[in-house]
């Protein structure tokens, strides 16, 4: 196996991942939900892309009938038609990739809201109890109503065309430039992730959720209205959980399968999260990259074995990181940040200095304050 | 147009059970505007869950409360604190995560960038949120606190979280405190101190308090009227000097 393959198909695996684990980091890590129903979230993007390739793109952009997967001539008309009639221009895939991710985003936007709704007043426990079951429902009732993604028989979906971007930036379509190119691209999105969650967090409304998450009595004391707070970041979370799902399933997967969205993957993400970092977005994209890196390691050289159990060793070495990260850094690699406001930049003005773990970031760039004070 | 009484809070006949036991049992007593009233009393007389269910955190099972006019009884605790009727906790809760500053300065109300689409636009919140910083180092100065302002709250002593409990409260502009007893494991000087502050807010700024405390020593310095609870019910009241010398209350105090 080609080192240089392997690199940028596992810079691909990590990017998925990354999306997943700075979704999980709003609502567990900052608002302090034990959101055991991520998977139902992340399964609304596969609810979406399915819906995109066989009912709504058909219709609209190619006079073609919508298919439905539940009929036996589904198959043949959707592989045979459908298909190639969207892969033939590259534009269409990125049409099909842009709808289903802010269709995958809505559609989980609104579970969040149905599925918190008869437990967002109680205790956590109920929360997490309510949440795991709604994934469980979701998964279930995805294997046996088969109008949407046709139950379990993995339907293909048309990956967004990463040639004309391989074409521009490396001026070559070979199959390495082409994964070079959607590693880049994924990369770009985690980007996009991480500025948007990095914004929300150093902000009063990030300061709230900590309050929320520390002590909902004092949060409710002094004014703050707990049940919407856990309300908003569960959706905001969920928002991009949904579209991280249609990224999953388009890019990574290229085809939809109920069975992409076992409870399971809910843990899965939070252990990326766990071990990374609660409450640190950059810390939830490094445990992306180094259990992404453990699983595809650990996967290839456990089947290399020749035992029938070598693919299981992957469980024994991510749960083993697991373990290392609780005895070893409890918060995670990167621990939680402070939030940042402009209320720091104040302090530091009216006191003369800045507390030391903040003495660092102001000094860099923006926040230049003159302290009347030589650095100690 | 509202009617503003001269009583700022009214509880009227109001009653909490847990279960079988009846926590507060008809308890009617009202604070009027601008004053410091104490309420006293042995352990599990019933303060604490009365000052629960008057912030919002219980629904009596019966009675009617009354603030600055308005009817409060059930309302959500958040939004009685918008009415500007703000309780501390007899067992500090801070925010372990966040530094004495942020504690302080996370209490003010009406923040807009609590909203969670402004909170993307810098440009709405960020001029508020440095006023409200200065007016958060006002009341850590106040209460004592600026030595230790950059400390995460877990880190400061008892003494010292029940001060931030009554600097958040002043933060979020309120026009009555509740204080569940915000002198316990603070020093007597420091405790001092603070019931001088306390007289300051209330003449300088026209706040009134509610206060709960068992250091009846510097309690009667400052109140100007105290109500005393025993199992669930008011069973004296009266001027400081008045309940000093009340029988009653060596009984309960004495005889338990
Ligand atoms: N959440 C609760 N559940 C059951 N019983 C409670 C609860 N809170 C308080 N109590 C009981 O109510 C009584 C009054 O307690 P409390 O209000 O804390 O008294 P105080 O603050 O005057 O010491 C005590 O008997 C206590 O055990
Ligand atoms: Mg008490």
Redesign the interface.
């Known amino acids: 196996m080609n080192i240089i393959s392997f690199l940028v198909t596992y810079l691909s695996v990590a990017a998925v991942y990354a999306l997943l684990a700075i979704s999980m980091n709003i609502d567990y890590g900052w608002a302090g939900i034990p959101d055991f129903g991520k998977a139902a979230f992340i399964a609304a993007g596969g609810i979406a892309a399915a819906i995109v390739a066989t009912r709504i793109v058909p219709p609209l952009m190619l006079h073609m009938h919508p298919a439905n997967p539940s009929k036996l001539s589904f198959f043949t008309y959707y592989n045979g038609k459908i298909l190639p009639a969207i892969t033939a221009h590259p534009i269409d895939t990125w049409i099909v990739f842009i709808i289903s991710i802010l269709l995958g985003g809505i559609i989980a936007a609104g579970f969040a809201v149905i599925f918190s709704y008869p437990a967002i007043r109680l205790k956590e426990d109920y929360l997490a109890i309510a949440l795991l079951m709604a994934a469980q429902i979701v998964w279930l009732f995805l294997r046996v109503y088969t109008p949407i993604m046709g139950g379990t028989m993995s339907m293909t979906l048309p990956s967004p065309s990463f040639k004309p971007i391989a074409r521009a930036l490396f001026h070559s379509t070979s199959p390495s430039a082409i994964d070079a190119a959607k590693a880049l691209f994924l990369w770009g999105l985690v980007g996009v992730f991480l500025y948007?969650a990095e914004?929300?967090m150093n902000?009063?409304?990030?300061?709230?959720l900590?309050?929320v998450?520390?002590?909902e009595?004092?949060?409710?004391?002094?004014?703050?209205?707990?049940a919407r707070a856990r309300l908003?970041s569960l959706i905001?979370a969920s928002f991009l959980a949904g579209v991280a799902g249609a990224v999953y399933v388009l890019i990574h997967f290229s085809s939809v399968n109920p069975d992409y969205f076992m409870p399971d993957l809910t843990f899965f993400v939070l252990t990326l999260v766990l071990v990374g970092g609660v409450?640190n977005n950059i810390g939830s994209i490094i445990g992306a990259l180094l259990i992404a890196l453990l699983y595809r390691a650990s996967y290839i050289f456990g089947t290399s074995l020749g035992f029938s159990w070598g693919s299981y060793l992957y469980y024994m070495i991510i749960g083993l990181a697991i373990l290392i990260t609780i005895f070893v850094r409890p918060n995670g690699i990167l621990p939680?940040k402070?939030?940042r406001?402009?209320?720091?930049?104040?302090?530091a003005l009216?006191?003369g200095k800045q507390?030391?773990?903040l003495r660092r970031i102001l000094m860099r760039g923006r926040g230049k304050v003159n302290t009347g004070e030589k650095s100690e | 147009m509202r009617k503003v009484s001269d009583e700022v809070l009214i509880v009227d006949n109001v009653h909490k059970y847990f279960g079988g036991i009846r926590a507060v049992d008809g308890v009617s007593l009202k604070v009027p505007r601008g004053s410091i009233v104490g309420l006293i009393g042995p352990n599990g007389s019933g303060k604490t869950t009365l000052f629960n269910t008057i912030?919002?955190?219980y629904k009596p099972n019966k009675g009617r409360i009354m603030f600055d006019g308005r009817d409060i009884t059930g309302l959500?605790?958040?939004r009685i604190?918008?009415l500007g009727l703000?309780?501390?906790?007899q067992n500090p809760?801070?925010?372990?995560?966040?530094?004495v500053?942020?504690n302080v300065?996370?209490?003010a109300?009406d923040?807009?960038?609590?909203?969670?689409l402004l909170?993307?636009i810098?440009a709405t919140?960020?001029s508020q949120?440095?006023k409200?910083?200065?007016e958060?180092?006002h009341w850590i100065d106040f209460t004592g606190l600026a030595p230790v302002?950059?400390r995460f709250a877990p880190e400061i002593s008892g003494g010292q979280m029940k001060l931030l409990e009554v600097a958040?409260?002043l933060m979020?502009s309120a026009k009555m405190l509740l204080l569940d007893e915000p002198a316990a494991g603070v020093n007597p000087v420091m405790a001092r101190k603070l019931f001088g502050g306390i007289e300051r807010l209330r003449s300088e700024m026209g706040l009134t308090f509610l206060i709960v405390e068992h250091r009846l020593e510097i309690l009667f310095d400052y109140v100007d009227y105290v109500y005393v609870m025993h199992r669930g019910r008011i069973v004296a009241e009266g001027k400081p000097e008045e309940v000093a010398e009340n029988p009653v209350v060596h009984d309960i105090y004495l005889g338990g």
């Open positions: 948007y914004k929300q902000s009063p409304f990030g300061r709230m900590r309050m998450r520390d002590d009595y004092a949060a409710a004391a002094l004014g703050k209205n707990v908003e905001v409450g939680e402070p939030v406001t402009p209320a720091w930049d104040v302090y009216v006191r507390p030391w773990f | 912030s919002g955190f959500p605790p958040h604190y918008k703000i309780r501390t906790f809760r801070v925010w372990r995560s966040l530094t500053f942020e300065l996370g209490s109300k923040q807009r960038g609590e909203n969670m909170a993307m810098h919140w960020a949120e440095k409200l910083a200065k958060a180092l302002d950059t958040r409260a979020g």
